[in-house]
């Protein structure tokens, strides 16, 4: 059976929890204004309002990079704000409008606001609605039900802006953070190998290695990747631009879940070097000088498979690494008791478990099922497809 579209799930539930991204490009800018300005033309052609303010407002609200960002702000926004001026329009209407009046209807709304199922940005919106028709105070039927035509107006210009001329997809920005995400893992390697049995380095018990504070960081990056990717997908959802680019973000989130399983067996490598090495005790069975190179040549094979995929060369490298591990590992247990090289074989098992991994390459599901099932909080057992496992992924970051 074919896998599912990895947006094919993103729908009501999260367009409702939809953020703003910011306004980005001077494009985007150009786009916000120019509907705007025309919301506030069509406003003031046909709104029975006295001060249609709502229409134009809303559209600045709710356009957005994005058809499904779009789509998602608006159902926040006319939720809230429909919502906030039908329930404000009442209350100004039998209520005057003095301090405790005000003081009522903002707590009572940020207490309905806090219970709808969106997104703070569609939370917000009804407390200000409330504050604005406050601030305009009651008037007749027909003007208080043109307020809520309003927002409904200027939403569907808002909406219009991003249908008539679809923005980019941002596919290829995702493709890159994932691919620097990659960059940095291997990176990660590296330091580590190079940060193990330097012959002026002996660290108190407490004490951890430099690279510790690298592999730290490294899961700072998970976000910036999460969001991006996120970004990525949305900006797919319901554009006509992006139909030859659905195999491509698949790609991208199967990279992106092995970046991620890759990053977590990398710094458990980090963790389990600096324990081991450099370290006023018993030298380990292991000499840091071989692991090194088997960690360098490791970062080698991630280069080699993040760029080009699983080919010859790449197996080829991938098979001579297996071969230097066994032959690490022989030479580290023969004629040793089992205490001794315990800690010692348990490195070059990560060393092995990376190189699985990397061996594999990102186009492969059953080397990291299990892992990538056990980050996103399922069962291990469970086969989830790609786009499954970016978006429980995401939810977690």
């Known amino acids: 059976m074919p896998d599912r579209s990895i947006t094919a799930d993103l729908g009501l539930t999260e367009a409702l929890q939809a953020r703003t991204r910011g306004f980005g490009s001077f494009t985007m800018l150009l786009r916000v204004a120019i509907a705007t300005t025309v919301s506030y033309l069509v406003a003031q052609r046909f709104s029975q309002s006295v001060l249609p303010i709502f229409a134009p407002a809303t559209t600045l609200l709710v356009v957005q990079s994005s058809a499904f960002s779009t789509l998602g702000m608006l159902a926040q926004r006319v939720l809230g704000t429909g ?18 009046s005000v003081f009522l209807a903002v707590m009572a709304a940020l207490l309905v606001s806090r219970a709808l199922p969106v997104g703070l940005v569609g ?45 980019r997809p941002k596919v290829a920005e995702a493709r890159a953070a994932v691919d620097a995400y990659l960059v940095d893992i291997a990176a990660l390697i590296r330091t ?113 498979v993040a760029a080009d995929g699983v080919d010859a060369q790449s197996e080829a490298a991938n098979q001579a690494l297996a071969d230097r591990l066994r032959g690490a590992v022989a030479a580290t247990t023969d004629h040793r008791e089992v205490v001794d090289v315990l800690d010692s074989v348990t490195v070059l098992g990560r060393v092995d478990q990376i190189r699985t991994l990397i061996g594999h390459g990102p186009w492969a599901e059953d080397p990291f099922d299990h892992d990538a099932n056990e980050l996103a909080g399922g069962d291990p057992e469970d086969a989830l497809s790609p786009g499954e496992r970016l978006r429980r992924l995401v939810r977690r970051d």
């Not at 919502?83 to 405790?100: E, F, M, N, S």
């Not at 569907?156 to 923005?167: D, E, R, S, T, Y």
């Not at 990747?225 to 900006?235: I, K």
């Open 83 to 100: 919502l906030g001026v039908a329930a404000a329009t009442l209350y100004v209407t039998y209520v005057p409008v003095t301090w405790w």
């Open 123 to 167: 939370q917000l919106q009804l407390p200000v609605a409330v504050v604005f028709v406050l601030a305009l105070g009651p008037g007749d039927l027909t003007t208080d039900l043109w307020r809520v035509a309003d927002v409904v107006i200027g939403g569907i210009i808002g909406v219009l802006a991003v249908f008539v001329a679809p923005p």
């Open 192 to 304: 580590v190998a190079d940060g193990i049995g330097r012959p002026d380095l002996v660290l108190p018990p407490r004490a951890r290695h430099p690279f510790i504070g690298d592999a730290r960081a490294l899961l700072g990056h998970v976000g910036t990747v999460s969001e991006a990717v996120a970004e990525g997908m949305e900006s797919v959802r319901f554009n006509p631009r992006a139909r030859s680019l659905q195999g491509e973000l698949e790609d991208v989130a199967k990279r992106r879940l092995w970046a991620t399983v890759l990053a977590t067996q990398a710094r458990a490598l980090a963790g389990s070097a600096d324990r081991l090495y450099d370290r006023d005790s018993t030298p380990p069975a292991l000499p840091a000088a071989t692991l090194a190179a088997l960690m360098h040549d490791l970062a080698d094979l991630l280069d080699r």
